[in-house]
Nanobody
């Protein structure tokens, strides 16, 4: 069955770094656009970063541009989010998403991983 399993979250001090990973299984990874979303307490889920299928173009939320980098490893069927210069406002649950458009449209979510930025 389809699985998206996030890992790498945790507690980090402001200015620190974390790398999130999302391991995918059960679907043709290279055919899907992959994204990271986040949801802070009391706020709506928001798009953080996205990468087109087969490791194509990327886009980022303005709030993370220059600090976060999304990448994929098709051989490992994994998408990463490298987060540098973390700020307290980056604290949220981070979710992995896989999206395919067109006739065979599908959309999948991971269970989320908590990132807490605090001193």
């Amino acid at each position: 069955q389809v699985q998206l399993v996030e890992s790498g979250g945790g507690l980090v001090q402001p200015g620190g770094s974390l790398r999130l990973s999302c391991a995918a299984s059960g679907f043709t990874f290279s055919m899907y656009a992959m994204s990271w979303y986040r949801q802070a307490p009391g706020k709506e889920r928001e798009l953080v970063a996205a990468i087109a299928s087969a490791g194509g173009s990327t886009n980022y939320a303005d709030s993370v541009k220059g600090r976060f980098t999304i990448s994929t490893d098709n051989a490992k069927r994994t998408v990463y989010l490298q987060m540098n210069s973390l700020k307290p406002e980056d604290t949220a649950v981070y979710y992995c998403n896989a999206d395919r458009r067109g006739v065979l449209a599908r959309n999948y979510w991971g269970q989320g991983t908590q990132v807490t930025v605090s001193s």
